[in-house]
Structures are given as structure tokens and as C-alpha cells.
Nanobody
Framework: QVQLVESGGGLVQPGGSLRLSCAAS????????MGWYRQAPGKQRELVAV???????NYEDSVKGRFTISRDNAKNTVNLQMNSLKPEDTAVYYC???????????WGKGTLVTVSS
């Protein structure tokens, strides 16, 4: 089992920045990918960014050039640096981890990001 705990959400003005962090504990050696998803009110949960154990990354088109995902395997954390935030980035952001054999998917409880003036 893997436990994920997010931190770093909050209220920010348009154009501002926030950094989300996710700490993983438990069977961390069994993790293949870690990433961030978000769910806005009335919308489905969507992938924001993901990174593999070897460091490759993938981003949702609307955040490319603005968000950066990074993973620290030694500290078992994954971070999401969000710059140039827009009101449409407002959502609950969830940390995600997938096991090496793709059979297990883990979720954090989520952290709210609100972009508003």
C-alpha cells in the first residue's frame, strides 16, 4: 500500500504561482509513475502532469510551459510548480501514484487551488 499526502494549495491571484507537494509513504519501491490530476466543479478529473521513476514527464496541453512536475526519489516526493496561473486552473488537485505492474492506483485526498482576484 502507498499513502499520498498533498500540501500547498490555496488562493492565488491570476498570474501568480503556487507549488504543490505530495509525500509518499508505504510501499514506495512499488511505484512506477507519480503525477497530478485535477477536478474542477462539474467536470471530470483530468491529468495535469505525470513523471516516471526515470524522470520522463508528460503534461496536459493547457499547462505546458506554465507547470513543471518534479520528482525526488530520495525523498519520495513529487512537486508541481504552477506559474502564470489562470482562473480556469481552479480545481482540487490530486496526487496520484501507479504501481510497477499497473495494477494499483493510489490517490491523495486532494488540495484546493483557487485562482481568483
Amino acid at each position: 500500500q502507498v499513502q499520498l499526502v498533498e500540501s500547498g494549495g490555496g488562493l492565488v491571484q491570476p498570474g501568480g504561482s503556487l507549488r504543490l507537494s505530495c509525500a509518499a509513504s508505504g510501499s514506495i519501491l512499488s511505484i512506477r509513475t507519480m503525477g497530478w490530476y485535477r477536478q474542477a466543479p462539474g467536470k471530470q478529473r483530468e491529468l495535469v502532469a505525470v513523471t516516471t521513476k526515470l524522470g520522463s514527464t508528460n503534461y496536459e496541453d493547457s499547462v505546458k510551459g506554465r507547470f513543471t512536475i518534479s520528482r525526488d526519489n530520495a525523498k519520495n516526493t513529487v512537486n508541481l510548480q504552477m506559474n502564470s496561473l489562470k482562473p480556469e486552473d481552479t480545481a482540487v488537485y490530486y496526487c496520484n501514484a501507479v504501481s510497477l505492474d499497473y495494477t494499483m492506483v493510489y490517490w491523495g485526498k486532494g488540495t484546493l487551488v483557487t485562482v481568483s482576484s
